[in-house]
């Protein structure tokens, strides 16, 4: 008998450690001290120990009881005291205040913010428009031939609008024009021409759309950031200053660029304007696929028909499109190596900027 009481001291002292809570605590008192407990069991038995044992049986029957009564009352003042409600009453200017999560800026409405202010500051203005837009604005105006492989739906995203206006009871203006998310800005171009009086010159950006297989280099949705000058006398060198001065402004130092012939349906004669890769200078790597410059825009003089289509005589007008990749303005300048991490949300990425 008095190997079974100091068998369960040990045990409840032990077990007592591992009490966490009021719960667990319940519980404990439940197992040992209710009236069908291991303790209250243990102290019943004392009456079948043979008379001659029973004092000192019942002096370390009672030894033990106190003893566990003080850790358990020990333990259940500990779990109750009211340790958050003490910790608010102390004030502790020593301890690290609590930081403040502040959001910052995307990189790519960084590098809107900055083209917009340096164009503005050379007298551009800003115009925006929509991204649904017609077959008209995104082909037909721009001078695509019928036939063009970009009109086909593996590169644009044609929308169903008859079935949505059925099922969502939406009126459409025309219904017998094709709509689609915009796949290029120059669109938006000849809206503006047909309800401005030119000499103008303004810029407009935003994003755009294409049905594509994605890569490190190649995204469905991503960003463009176009220009337009219509003037009587319009030279491609200036625009050739034009861009430098721009990209200059942007990434904050002296960039190399070269304008080569380049062939697009919305301008004659086309240019293409390459950069020197501002994450190698030159050297090759990965991201200008070891060339050293990289493809960031095309352009050229607006086509004969563009002009007409934007409700301009091509004889009285010269003009300068600069079609700008953003995105890869954007990788350039902050050398990021794959443009899938511009809208993945992922937070480690976006932190950086
Ligand atoms: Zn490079």
Request: proline share 5%; glycine share 6%; hydrophobic share 35%.
């Amino acid at each position: 008998m008095k190997e079974i009481l100091q068998n369960l001291k040990s045990e409840i002292v032990e077990k007592i450690k591992f009490i966490k809570n009021e719960a667990d605590l319940e519980n404990f008192r439940l197992e040992y001290f209710s009236r069908k407990g291991k303790f209250t069991e243990a102290l019943k038995k004392i009456k079948d120990v043979a008379d001659a044992e029973k004092p000192v049986i019942g002096k370390i029957a009672n030894e033990v009881k106190k003893e566990i009564e003080h850790i358990f009352e020990q333990t259940k003042n500990f779990l109750t005291d009211d340790v958050t409600v003490k910790k608010e009453k102390i004030y502790d200017p020593t301890l690290p205040g609590l930081k403040k999560t502040i959001g910052t800026l995307h990189p790519t409405t960084r590098m809107i913010h900055e083209l917009n202010e340096a164009f503005r500051s050379l007298n551009f203005e800003i115009y925006e428009g929509n991204e649904i837009t017609t077959e008209e604005q995104a082909f037909d105006n721009l001078n695509f031939p019928p036939d063009h492989p970009a009109r086909e739906s593996m590169d644009t995203y044609w929308i169903k609008l008859q079935k949505i206006q059925k099922q969502k009871n939406i009126k459409i203006l025309n219904a017998s024009e094709k709509y689609c998310l915009r796949p290029h800005l120059t669109g938006v171009s000849v809206n503006y021409m047909k309800t401005h009086k030119p000499p103008f010159q303004f810029v407009y950006p935003g994003r755009v759309f294409r049905s594509e297989a994605t890569d490190a280099g190649h995204e469905r949705c991503f960003y463009q950031y176009e220009a337009l000058i219509v003037n009587h006398d319009v030279s491609f060198s200036a625009g050739k200053i034009l861009i430098k001065t721009i990209l200059e402004r942007v990434f904050g130092h002296e960039v190399k660029i070269r304008m080569r012939a380049g062939f697009f349906p919305f301008v004659e004669p086309g240019f293409e304007i390459d950069m020197e890769c501002q994450v190698c200078h030159g050297l090759g790597c990965g991201i200008c696929k070891h060339n050293g410059w990289l493809e960031i825009m095309p352009g050229g003089a607006p086509h004969p028909n563009v002009f007409k289509a934007g409700g301009l005589d091509p004889k009285k007008w010269q003009g300068f499109y600069i079609n700008v990749g953003l995105d890869r303005l954007v990788m350039m300048k902050y050398g990021i190596d794959d443009i899938r991490l511009m809208h993945s949300g992922d937070l480690r990425f976006l932190r950086q900027f």
